[in-house]
T-cell receptor, first 108, second 116 residues
Framework: KNEVEQSPQNLTAQEGEFITINCSYS?????LHWLQQHPGGGIVSLFM???GKKKHGRLIATINIQEKHSSLHITASHPRDSAVYIC??????????FGTGTSLTVIP | GAVVSQHPSRVICKSGTSVKIECRSL??????MFWYRQFPKQSLMLMAT?????????EQGVEKDKFLINHASLTLSTLTVTSAHPEDSSFYICSARYGGAPDTQYFGPGTRLTVL
């Protein structure tokens, strides 16, 4: 069983739709990360959370520590949001535990 | 923000040759660098962790004689794939962190290796 589970695996949305990607984890964490990987492969860190909620532009990330669950929301989605979104957690040691990613396609 | 570069971004080589991939932290000193491998449509798989000036720690199942890692300075780590074979074809990504932000890793853009 993976320490980090994401859903859905694949998501197709119409431009302008509100999108939610979910992440559940089974280990004690020091932080949870949302990463974005574009088709070219490079990875960008979107958020690092240890509690509550963070917002950056059209992106919102929330975390519920008691339920070991996080969500990434994209408001007013746009084709340029098409990417793979990866949830990862750190447990205070060196290592990241990665989810398998959610592949998002936003259709114009 | 912290920037990590990788070179080359793409390499094609013949079976049996060795390939070196460089990972550099451009604006910070990386106390620890990580090397990942990613297969198509799969998540990142940690290969090894390297601390400057010491031997790399390899994950279970990763051959240290095949994937040589050197972290000679606080801004440079190299991964050498020795005697490459087609099954080594993959996307290799490095990341780096510094002591002031232990929970954060800054990722390089990745290197696409194709072994013919």
């Amino acid at each position: 069983k993976n320490e980090v589970e994401q859903s859905p695996q694949n998501l197709t949305a119409q431009e302008g739709e509100f999108i939610t990607i979910n992440c559940s984890y089974s280990v004690g964490i020091s932080a949870l990360h949302w990463l974005q990987q574009h088709p070219g492969g490079g990875i960008v860190s979107l958020f690092m959370l240890s509690s509550g909620k963070k917002k950056h532009g059209r992106l919102i990330a929330t975390i519920n520590i008691q339920e070991k669950h996080s969500s990434l929301h994209i408001t007013a989605s746009h084709p340029r949001d098409s990417a793979v979104y990866i949830c990862a957690v750190t447990t205070g040691g060196n290592q990241f535990y990665f989810g398998t990613g959610t592949s998002l396609t936003v259709i114009p | 923000g912290a920037v990590v570069s990788q070179h080359p971004s793409r390499v094609i080589c013949k079976s049996g040759t060795s390939v070196k991939i460089e990972c550099r932290s451009l604006d910070f000193q990386a106390t620890t660098m990580f090397w990942y491998r990613q297969f198509p449509k799969q998540s990142l798989m940690l290969m090894a962790t390297s601390n400057e000036g010491s031997k790399a720690t390899y994950e279970q199942g990763v051959e240290k004689d095949k994937f040589l890692i050197n972290h000679a300075s606080l801004t440079l780590s190299t991964l050498t794939v020795t005697s490459a074979h087609p099954e080594d074809s993959s996307f290799y990504i490095c990341s780096a962190r510094y002591g002031g932000a232990p929970d954060t890793q800054y990722f390089g853009p990745g290197t696409r290796l194709t072994v013919l």
